[in-house]
């Protein structure tokens, strides 16, 4: 798709961003990923790449990287829906795949195995599944459990 141009996100440009998020389904400020999280990411070394229309300037796709000293994990990517299955998010990942080589580091993304296009797209690329593993995950802090008593479901 011609006409496409990645940049890095400034902070003006969260509304844009959330906006992208809803579309795509990949959450938002309700899972914790506000612009205060997004500035302290990028502070410790991660990056959000947007993907930009240049006809109308319009963001239409992002890819955040978060950095944990050892590890890229790569995660919001995602294309307007309008936009998708035209080659725009081959742009935006090969984009995303320059800066984990400049950084000289492993990269990891979580993919639902039912979104045939973003695994194929990623496997293209060199991504490779990792093993059998399950994901799990605590996003209220309120509801870490310091007992010795295991919480009951």
């Not at 996100?9 to 844009?16: A, L, V």
Request: net charge positive; aromatic share 8%; hydrophobic share 35%.
């Amino acid at each position: 798709m011609k006409g496409l141009i990645v940049r890095d996100y400034i902070r003006s440009d969260y509304p844009e961003v959330l906006r992208i998020w809803s579309e795509t389904a990949m959450g938002g400020a309700e899972r914790g990923d506000d612009h205060l999280v997004i500035d302290k990411s990028i502070a410790l070394g991660g990056r959000l790449l947007l993907l930009i229309d240049s006809g109308n300037e319009k963001i239409i796709g992002t890819s955040w990287m978060t950095f944990d000293g050892r590890r890229i994990h790569l995660h919001h990517f995602g294309i307007s829906p309008g936009y998708q299955g035209k080659g725009a998010s081959k742009t935006l990942l090969i984009e995303s795949l320059r800066h984990v080589k400049e950084k000289r580091c492993q990269v990891k993304l979580e993919v639902n195995q039912t979104n045939k296009k973003a695994v194929n797209l990623y496997k293209r690329h060199g991504f490779t599944r990792l093993g059998d593993y399950d994901i799990y995950i605590i996003r209220d802090v309120e509801k870490i459990n310091l007992l010795s008593e295991p919480v009951k479901p």
